[in-house]
């Protein structure tokens, strides 16, 4: 599907996939207009390819008091910190796309505490990468201070779990040492 090495792992073939893999990339090749990297080098162990995606969904579609921007800001801010080049660059896209911000994903990477976001914003993302780098200490003291900023406790669940998820695809994205589409760098640069 791509000439350049995109993993250190081989890509299967379209041909070679089961009909419900082959299907999905067909269906994101006709929305997005190409296959994202993540999907052709998961797709080596299809199990495992099909919970990631189901878990994915699970947590990035379902409806939340977290806008789909803001989950977003959680895969940058925290991808960035675990040193995961793919899904900076790809969630990056995405949430400039989502935010309508052509400045927003660099911000947040760079240093979130000095985005132009809000302050409930900041406070998501502080508690996202204590989740990522020192769950341990996790206190009533941060839910207190999370109801504060107006999280529910579903939404406190879904900043968890989409650290955590992330926290795995960022570490498959750098063992497999996964290439970020060329088209995400592009996507959502000349929002304005």
């Known amino acids: 599907m791509q000439d350049k090495k995109i993993s250190r792992f081989p890509i299967p073939k379209l041909g070679e996939l089961p009909d419900d893999i082959k299907n999905q990339f067909i269906s994101v090749q006709e929305k997005i ?35 789909k921007a803001e989950k977003e800001m959680i895969v940058v801010a925290t991808s960035n910190d675990n040193g995961c080049q793919y899904c900076v660059i790809a969630h990056g896209a995405i949430l400039r796309i989502r935010a309508k911000d052509p400045l927003i994903a660099d911000q947040i990477a760079i240093n979130y505490k000095k985005a132009d976001i809000s302050e409930r914003q900041k406070e998501m993302l502080k508690f996202a990468l204590k989740v990522s780098n020192d769950s341990r200490s996790i206190s009533a003291s941060d839910f207190s201070n999370l109801t504060k900023h107006g999280f529910s406790n579903d939404d ?34 000349d929002l304005a």
């Open 156 to 189: 406190i669940w879904d900043i968890a779990g989409i650290t955590a998820f992330f926290g795995l695809s960022n570490r498959m994205a750098n063992f497999t040492s996964m290439q970020p589409n060329l088209e995400f760098y592009r996507m959502g640069r």
């Open 33 to 67: 207009g190409f296959v994202p990297n993540v999907f052709l080098t998961l797709a080596y162990r299809p199990d495992e390819f099909r919970a990631f995606i189901a878990y994915h969904d699970a947590l990035m579609e379902r409806k939340s008091g977290l806008s």
